[in-house]
């Protein structure tokens, strides 16, 4: 039992969720690592949305309103941290949602698949074809999802994937709390904020953008200046932190 005054409750709470997702087979071991990697780094902002991130935020609402097949990418650590916020975001969004793995069974994807579904996603089947030029399975795609998607939401991503996504002409925005990670440089659209505020901020930009506002966005759209903002905002919060 986690005390609720513990001054670490929520980050605790993670952790448990996690661990159980882990020992029921929804989150691969080598996801623990991940997250423990990505939190490091959301101490280095404060534990907050930043300015970068909410502009960042309100831009990828504007590129996906503008996307003809927009499709949300999910693995299992972001199954497990944020299914309900991938529920919102589909509501608003009314992006399609199909489950990527790199530890790919059939066992996994339908764990993954019935606790997005228990949530309130819906989530694109069928046959998935290796439509990437990856050796691992994060090539397989649905034809119908990732295949024909012109805009990836890709939380949590791998930086080759993200580089084939690109390649293949698609528009690509990622959650990343480390602004110097592959994805991070690859992506169209790096939003450097934990995943489930990020999933908030998007699906709050999109019910509240106006047309004027959502082309200035993406007119303006600079993804080397948001991470460079990002990277000022970490050294800011250090100095503050060693005052």
Known sequence: MIPSDHPR??????????????????????????????????????????????????????????????????????????????????????????????????????????LLERHGVAVLDGEAERLLPLAHDRALCLPHGIGRADLVLVPLEDGDRCGALRAAGKTVITIDLNPLSRTARTATLTIVDELTRAFSLITEAYDSLEDGEADELVRGLDNHYLLQAAIGEIVRGLERALD
């Open 9 to 114: 409750y929520r980050s605790l709470v993670v952790r448990a969720r996690l661990a159980r997702c882990a020992r029921e087979g929804v989150v691969a071991l080598e996801g623990l690592t991940a997250h423990g990697r990505a939190e490091a780094f959301d101490y280095l902002i404060g534990e907050r949305s930043t300015e970068t991130a909410r502009r960042a935020a309100r831009t990828a609402a504007a590129l996906i309103r503008r996307a003809e097949s927009p499709v949300l990418s999910v693995n299992g650590n972001t199954a497990a941290l944020a299914a309900l916020e991938c529920a919102a975001f589909q509501r608003a969004t009314g992006c399609a949602v199909e489950v990527n793995l790199f530890h790919r069974t059939p066992e996994r994807m339908a764990k993954i698949t019935a």
